[in-house]
């Protein structure tokens, strides 16, 4: 079965300080995409990365990195020099190759303060 | 390009009443899914369309939940009669085909009393 873990429920910071968001998942897939979705006070679920299983190579998007380790089954996400408009929870999801439904942790709620 | 739409954004209604939610997705996106987040835990899957029949229902939590799709456009999700524990947010989401990424709506906050 599938399962993403991020053991973090709640985080927080102030301003201008790294932090890094943990994800850990299981799947008997050998071929799988991961992905971050971000939701702020808003409400939205907005996209932030999708990688496929078989591109370990980490991502770099501005502030924002991802730190994808197959042998640890583990897709980090970091967020340098934090902002108070990152505040927000965070999800970590996952999906067969072949896409469909995706499976998500219970969320990392982050909050920056100034 | 406008994106995935949701209405209403909040619904509040007495335990047993019936609730339509609605959601019209990106234009030109077949795949079209629905999601739940129940009392901060994590975001569920419902359903998944593919145009206008269900591809997948694994998630569906019981026959009071009922999903269309008439002409593979616009969804609805019908939920009667309502239960305490239907509370929660409902997110629809759409993606071009089964392989791309998904994106979300805004939600609908369902509370029922």
């Known amino acids: 079965a599938q399962k993403v873990t991020q053991a973090q429920t709640e985080i927080s910071v102030v301003e201008k300080e790294d932090v890094t968001l943990d994800c850990v ?79 998500f942790g219970q969320g990392t709620e982050l909050s920056v303060k100034p | 390009e406008a994106g995935v739409t949701q209405f209403p954004s909040h619904s509040v209604i007495e ?4 609730v339509t939610l609605r959601c019209d997705p990106i234009s030109g996106h077949d795949n079209l899914y629905w999601y739940r987040r129940v009392m901060g ?16 229902e694994s998630g569906m939590p019981n026959n009071r939940f009922l999903a269309e799709r008439t002409g593979g456009t616009y969804s609805t999700l019908k939920v009667q009669p309502a239960e305490l524990e239907d509370s929660g947010v409902y997110f629809c989401a759409s993606s071009l085909t089964r392989a791309d990424t998904q994106y979300f709506g805004p939600g609908t906050r369902l509370t029922v009393l």
């Open chain 1, 25 to 103: 998942y299981e799947t008997r897939d050998t071929t799988y995409y991961l992905f971050w979705y971000k939701q702020p006070p808003s409400g939205e679920l907005v996209f932030l990365i999708r990688r496929n299983s078989f591109d370990e190579q980490n991502e770099i998007s501005g502030r924002y990195s991802w730190n994808f380790q197959k042998s640890t089954s583990s897709f980090n996400f970091t967020i340098t020099a934090s902002q108070v408009v990152d505040s927000a929870v965070y999800f970590c999801a996952l999906s067969e190759a072949n896409g469909g439904k995706l499976i």
């Open chain 2, 15 to 18: 335990k047993g009443q019936t």
């Open chain 2, 41 to 56: 835990k994590e975001i569920k899957f419902l359903l998944h369309f593919v145009k206008e029949s269900k591809q997948d």
